[in-house]
């Protein structure tokens, strides 16, 4: 009775927070793309060959999740959710060309002939188009390290998404459309968003083609506009991750004692315990009994458990009409929804007003969450954003250096702490014994290193056995006894004569400096700087940083720099990455050509793979994002799907050019005939076009708006939403 059990970290939280709100926007997928079929087509039997087949395609992958051991996490469900509007692509063009065969050869041939030759007529294409976007993903298997553990459970879910949906394009999509796709159909043209579209689209056709000179400088003009938001952009690892709670790492001087980082974690405990956005605190000097926690005691830790977001306090905003005179308030009050007065602080405002809050001598912040601490330790024992690693064979230069490079890197702009550890720091005691004086009372070395061992160490006397539990007991002085330095020197030794003599009779106490650890890293001496960023990413700091240690630190020779932390991983990533997308791209091309049998129609989708590209890049730059890991694995995701959309295009464009072939009855037709077949394949196969980038942005537009916990799949899906804004204007290009 009376005992209550106070959680001081829960995680829990965040992983069912991240899983309900990804399962929750999953369900906003399914209902968007339907009501994308339906818009489009006007018959709510032919949703349901998608809606069949878009949960069937999950489930496949869920299997296999499960057999190969994969748990639901954050990453996991994003694959599936960046899928999910390109998985149903195959069904809906196989839906609405067998509804254009229904449309023109319903009176003159049986049903399930009809959809036998709709099916045939795209399924091939499509199968090889659903097999790049799987192949498309191949880059990402090969990244390693932590980037590999973060992005490989997305890249297995989408893969066997997308190879289910592949598979189920050829087998089990006929089959539905057989069943579901009866009763009336209505021509395109009976339906007003395809007369809209028919009617904006027929001219721009037309101009593209009439102008085509001039449209291809433009296009390439277009093209080379990405120069410019690709060099603006910033990079960085990975985009932050929200856990809802906070870790302070603080960094003192080497020789503290152990009162007064307790006294340093009290007081800072109660400063961050008074805002009103924490929930509770849990300081902790000093490490563990367990192998994977070395920090020293100079290395403070407190966990910081925050209330929700709902219950912080909301604080004054201005707006341009604050300032507005009294007789206006009719105005300001609509005005407020829009643009209120007051808002929650965002989590960076918080970790800047706990940062103002905490001024200690000596004491160096650091910010970061409990899991991104814990995996950035393990991985690369830097806690901070930047960490810098100097290398070499003495101590002391390693330590000079440190301070060196600590007071050249805190002026560069973005630094919000730096501290470089001293190496060579910490306070050692020794007792120099005196062999002649120790003799003179009939003493040997031995007899006073077992007293100091006993008296200040502690020596095990004997165990206690409570049960089948053995506890040693140990004895020592009391701490007034040995707390100082002359209470360490009235230590009292035993003689054999039976006297009591005070230890500094026969010994003399040294203070002196020495490492208060020793790291090393590949068999060379290492000391960290940590480094701590606020309002500036990852790679334009070190970029910055590297410019000013260059020219203000010079290094001895046997002395080098190691920049590591998040910058250590985008260099891994990229290095891969720099290797293995060629490779992918020549396996994506290979493909197409088998389904195209031809060098030039390959080539035409993969000169038009850069336009899409344009807008993802402007988007990034327009929104405010870095580059980083998930944004690229976002490009690479675009470039499948834009491959798709081009080959599907090409399959539109050449059964148009078949058609005239086959009425005009010769091989080759003129150009206003070309231009005929232009137009047919463009123009009248815009709806299927239409409605795949429809269903793949509805797909993954609710992902815009997660929450920040979930800011890796926003940005993961960001790219391929801006490519789909982009290929809209594209489908001219082609």
Known sequence: AGVEIVPTYDRSGLILRAVGNLKHKLIEEFVVISLVCMLFLLHARSALVAIVTLPLGVLVAFILMWWQGLAANIMSLGGIAIAIGAMIDAAIIMIENAHKHL??????????????????????????????????????????????????????????????????????????????????????????????????????????????????????????????????????????????????????????????????????????????????????????????????????????????????????????????????????????????????????????????????????????????????????????????????????????????????????????????????????????????????????VGDIEDVIQSAIGGMDVTQTVEGLERYPVNIRYARDYRNNLPALKRILIPTPSGAQIPISQVADIVIHKGPPAIKTENTRQTALIYVDLHGVDVGTYVKNAQKAVEAQVKMPPGYNLVWSGQYEYMQQARAKLLVVIPLALLVIFIIIYMNTKSVIKTGIVFVALPLSL????????????????????????????????????????????????????????????????????????????????????????????????DQTIVATALPTIAGDLHSLSRLSWV
């Open 103 to 444: 449309e023109h050869h319903r009176d003159k041939k049986p049903h399930w002939e009809i959809i036998a030759a709709s099916a045939r007529e795209v399924g091939p294409t499509l199968f090889y188009s659903l097999l790049v976007i799987t192949v498309s993903f191949f880059p990402v298997f090969t990244l390693g390290e932590q980037s590999g553990r973060m992005f490989k459970p997305l890249a297995f879910t989408k893969t066997y998404s997308m190879a289910c949906a592949a598979l189920l394009s050829v087998t089990l999509v006929p089959v539905l459309m057989g069943w579901f796709i009866r009763g009336k159909i209505k021509p395109e043209t009976a339906n007003p968003v395809n007369r809209l579209l028919l009617w904006a689209y027929g001219p721009v056709v037309d101009f593209v083609l009439k102008w085509r000179k001039l449209i291809l400088v433009v296009a390439l003009l277009i093209t080379a506009s990405s120069w410019f938001p690709m060099h603006k952009l910033g990079s960085e690892f990975m985009p932050p991750l929200y856990e809802g709670d906070l870790l302070y790492m603080p960094t003192t001087l080497p020789g503290i004692s152990i009162t007064e980082a307790k006294s340093i974690l009290q007081q800072t405990d109660r400063i961050i315990a008074t805002f009103p956005e924490v929930e509770r605190v849990f300081g902790k000097a000093g490490r563990g009994e367990t192998a994977t926690d070395p920090a020293p005691l100079s290395m403070l830790e407190t966990t910081i458990m925050l209330k929700p977001e709902s219950q912080w306090p909301k604080v004054p905003v201005q707006r341009f009409y604050s300032g507005w005179p009294d007789w206006t308030e009719w105005l300001k009050k609509p005005l407020r929804l829009v643009f209120p007065e007051k808002e929650t602080i965002t989590v960076s405002q918080l970790k800047a007003k706990l940062n103002a809050a905490i001024h200690f001598p000596g004491l160096t912040n650091a910010w970061t969450m409990p899991i991104k601490a814990r995996i950035d330790m393990l991985s690369t024992g830097i806690k901070t954003p930047v960490g810098i690693k100097i290398m070499g064979p003495d101590l002391k230069v390693l330590n000079t250096l440190g301070q060196k490079i600590e007071a050249v890197v805190q002026k560069v702009p973005g630094t919000l702490s730096a501290y470089a550890e001293r190496v060579v720091g910490g306070n050692y005691i020794d007792y120099k014994i005196d062999r002649l004086a120790a003799a003179r009372y009939g003493l040997n």
């Open 614 to 709: 344009v807008g993802c890049f402007w988007l990034l730059y327009l929104l405010g994002y870095n580059t980083s890991v998930a944004v690229w694995v976002g490009v690479i995701a675009l470039a499948g799907i834009a491959a798709e959309t081009g080959v599907v295009m090409l399959v539109y464009l050449d059964q148009a050019w078949r058609k005239v072939r086959e009425e005009r009855g010769v091989m080759q037709p003129t150009l206003p005939e070309l231009y005929a077949a232009v137009m047919e394949g463009a123009v009248q196969r815009v709806r299927p076009k239409m409605m795949t980038v429809a269903a793949i942005m509805a797909g993954l537009l609710p992902g815009m708006f997660l929450a920040a916990l």
